[in-house]
């Protein structure tokens, strides 16, 4: 009686390729799926992030300039104390800043438009102490970006209303001996994210033009609407 012969079952070169390569297009669909996902949290947290930076870039401009104080930090030609000076990318003003920042006391505060290196600008601000004899601010150090990336922006300004008519917007504040009483920055950012326009009421008396009364008048009346 001969032998019966069992034959190894398996598989062959052919199919074993063929299951590594349905594996490998299983994980590469895995890969491709974890990484539209990762992406896709990136960007989300990169779009709260940038949000975030506009809330609080809106929130610190708003704070300072509604309590800027009546108080002299240069002269012009003749000699006369100035409080305020703004043109279309550029504004200084003395305010405090908030809690232990403002240790020093109230600082010249510069709100600048600047070119960023990348076809746009960046919003900066710098601070700068107040000498007691008047002989110069003193830098508090380098200058802080509030936003980066902006396509376009402007500041503004709105003078106090008189009997014969309101006051009007304009790209500059020619007298600074006084103080406006709106001032407005429009940026649009190169994100597409949305900068809600920001109109900021100063709470210091626009009428305050080279009188040092009137000055502290307006002092004590911001003071008192705190």
Same mark, same amino acid.
Not at 64 to 84: V, W
Not at 160 to 180: E, Y
């Given at each position: 009686? +001969?032998?019966?012969?069992?034959? &190894?079952? *398996?598989?062959?070169?052919?199919?074993?390729?063929?299951?590594?390569?349905?594996?490998? =297009? =299983?994980? =590469?669909?895995?890969?491709?799926?974890?990484?539209?996902?990762?992406? #896709?949290?990136? &960007?989300?947290? &990169?779009?709260?992030?940038?949000?975030?930076?506009?809330?609080?870039?809106?929130?610190?401009?708003?704070?300072?300039?509604?309590?800027?104080?009546?108080?002299?930090?240069? +002269?012009?030609?003749n000699g006369e104390n100035l409080y305020f000076i703004g043109d279309a990318h550029e504004l200084r003003f003395v305010a405090p800043l908030p809690?232990?920042?403002?240790?020093?006391?109230?600082?010249?505060?510069?709100?600048?438009?600047?070119?960023?290196?990348?076809? /746009? $600008?960046?919003?900066?601000? $710098?601070?700068?102490?107040? #000498?007691?004899?008047?002989?110069?601010? +003193? #830098?508090?150090?380098?200058?802080?970006?509030?936003?980066?990336?902006?396509?376009?922006? #402007?500041?503004?300004?709105?003078?106090?209303?008189?009997?014969?008519?309101? *006051?009007?917007?304009?790209?500059?504040?020619?007298? *600074?001996?006084?103080?406006?009483?709106l001032v407005r920055i429009d940026l649009k950012l190169d994100s597409g994210d949305g900068w809600p326009l920001l109109e900021v009421p100063l709470r210091v008396d626009p009428s305050a033009v080279g009188n040092q009364f009137n000055v502290l008048r307006g002092l004590n009346r /911001?003071?008192?609407?705190?």
């Amino acid at each position: 009686m +001969k032998p019966q012969h069992r034959h &190894a079952s *398996g598989f062959t070169l052919i199919e074993v390729l063929g299951s590594l390569a349905l594996l490998a =297009l =299983l994980l =590469l669909g895995v890969y491709g799926g974890i990484r539209a996902a990762t992406q #896709s949290v990136r &960007a989300g947290e &990169a779009a709260i992030g940038r949000l975030d930076q506009i809330r609080s870039a809106q929130m610190f401009l708003r704070r300072e300039l509604a309590q800027t104080l009546a108080l002299p930090f240069a +002269k012009n030609d003749n000699g006369e104390n100035l409080y305020f000076i703004g043109d279309a990318h550029e504004l200084r003003f003395v305010a405090p800043l908030p809690g232990y920042l403002g240790r020093l006391g109230p600082q010249l505060q510069q709100l600048k438009l600047v070119p960023n290196g990348k076809g /746009g $600008s960046r919003l900066e601000m $710098s601070f700068a102490i107040l #000498s007691p004899d008047g002989s110069g601010a +003193k #830098s508090l150090g380098e200058p802080e970006v509030l936003i980066d990336n902006v396509r376009e922006g #402007s500041f503004s300004y709105r003078g106090a209303d008189t009997d014969q008519q309101p *006051g009007t917007w304009g790209d500059t504040w020619p007298d *600074g001996r006084a103080i406006p009483i709106l001032v407005r920055i429009d940026l649009k950012l190169d994100s597409g994210d949305g900068w809600p326009l920001l109109e900021v009421p100063l709470r210091v008396d626009p009428s305050a033009v080279g009188n040092q009364f009137n000055v502290l008048r307006g002092l004590n009346r /911001g003071q008192v609407l705190r």
